[in-house]
């Protein structure tokens, strides 16, 4: 199995910034896409942002130019950087890898952490 561990959630005022970080651990043989997905209360979870073994990102329209996303990959650890926090950036965030956890097995499957809040209110 594999665990991810997210940090670095809070409470920052509008215009503040925060840095998560996500790392994995547990039976890895390799991770492909590793990325970061929120959830508002009353909403559904959605795509915040991701990025390849190879290092190729995407991001949802509404955080571009705001957010970056990177990631260690000798460390298995994914973070996500949040400059210019909006209080409509509220929501709880979730890690998410997709990973192999064996050379026998070839499919890999998606993880996902427990969730970091993040509430940006003056």
């Known amino acids: 199995q594999v665990q991810l561990v997210e940090s670095g959630g809070g409470l920052v005022q509008p215009g503040g910034s925060l840095r998560l970080s996500c790392a994995a651990s547990?039976?890895?043989?390799?991770?492909?896409?590793m990325g970061w997905y929120c959830q508002a209360p009353g909403k559904e979870r959605e795509l915040v942002a991701r990025i390849s073994s190879g290092g190729t990102t995407k991001y949802a329209d509404s955080v571009k130019g705001r957010f970056t996303i990177s990631r260690d990959s000798a460390k298995n650890t994914v973070y996500l950087q949040m400059n210019s926090l909006e209080p409509e950036d509220t929501a709880v965030y979730y890690c998410?890898?997709?990973?192999?956890?064996?050379?026998?097995?070839?499919?890999?499957?998606?993880?996902w952490g427990r969730g970091t809040q993040v509430t940006v209110s003056s």
């Open positions: 547990g039976s890895i043989f390799s991770i492909n896409a």
């Open positions: 998410n890898v997709n990973a192999r956890t064996t050379y026998y097995v070839a499919e890999a499957y998606d993880y």
